[in-house]
């Protein structure tokens, strides 16, 4: 189904411990839940071996509920975030994957930093000093619209962020490799367009009730 390249996170929010169980069984391994509440609740349920992948807007004072088991936080959006993310990891003994999230849709809701503030971030001095987070790549959310051309646009806007920090920060980092884009909407332009990978929830558990 998926080039063999593209993760698929699943996205689990708001659908039970049992839903998850049954995608477990079936072979997913990844999930991916936007409330730090509600992984933390969720988590000590389920089977060890799940890769846990927050991918929601993460409050500083949350952090601490995820920290002790989380794989990768792909909402990273700001310099703070992204201190006490380090703190807790470090009370852990861990490193935490990261990708930092990039603003690239047309929509004043979402999150993100621009270019030029992730640049800022990764010349800062203090940012070399945090050694239990490791910057795995990008995220963006491409906007609410039927409009492929502009969706399209924005997923290739975010695969130049990513190229151009390759280039200038991490070109001996393998680890930098990562572009998290693409929902059930628009996960095959965001895969032609170089998605390594897609957050995926209603194409795989049907709408979520609110
Ligand atoms: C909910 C969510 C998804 C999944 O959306 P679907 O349209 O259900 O596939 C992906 N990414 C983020 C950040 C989300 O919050």
């Not at 200038?168 to 490799?177: G, I, M, P």
Request: hydrophobic share 40%.
């Amino acid at each position: 189904m998926l080039p063999a390249n593209v993760k698929l996170i699943a996205v689990s929010k708001l659908h039970t411990v049992d839903e998850i169980y049954t995608a477990y069984k079936a072979g997913q391994k990844i999930f991916g839940e936007n409330k730090a509440q509600e992984l933390s609740s969720k988590y000590p349920e389920l089977p060890e071996d799940i890769e846990w992948h927050f991918i929601g807007h993460l409050q500083t004072n949350k952090v601490k509920y995820i920290a002790p088991f989380v794989s990768c936080i792909h909402s990273v959006d700001s310099y703070k975030l992204l201190m006490e993310i380090n703190k807790y990891a470090k009370k852990n003994n861990s490193v935490i994957n990261c990708l930092l999230q990039f603003y690239i849709a047309t929509e004043e809701s979402k999150f993100g930093f621009t270019l030029s503030e992730a640049v800022s971030l990764l010349n800062m001095p203090e940012y070399k000093e945090l050694n239990n987070v490791k910057i795995c790549g990008v995220m963006g959310m491409a906007s609410f619209t039927d409009d492929n051309d502009l969706i399209r646009s924005e997923f290739k806007e975010l695969k130049n962020i990513f190229d151009i920090l390759k280039l200038d920060f991490f070109n001996e980092n393998e680890a930098f490799k990562e572009i998290s884009m693409g929902m059930s909407q628009d996960y095959q332009i965001a895969i032609e367009e170089g998605s390594t990978m897609v957050r995926i929830g209603t194409a795989i558990f049907g709408e979520r009730n609110y």
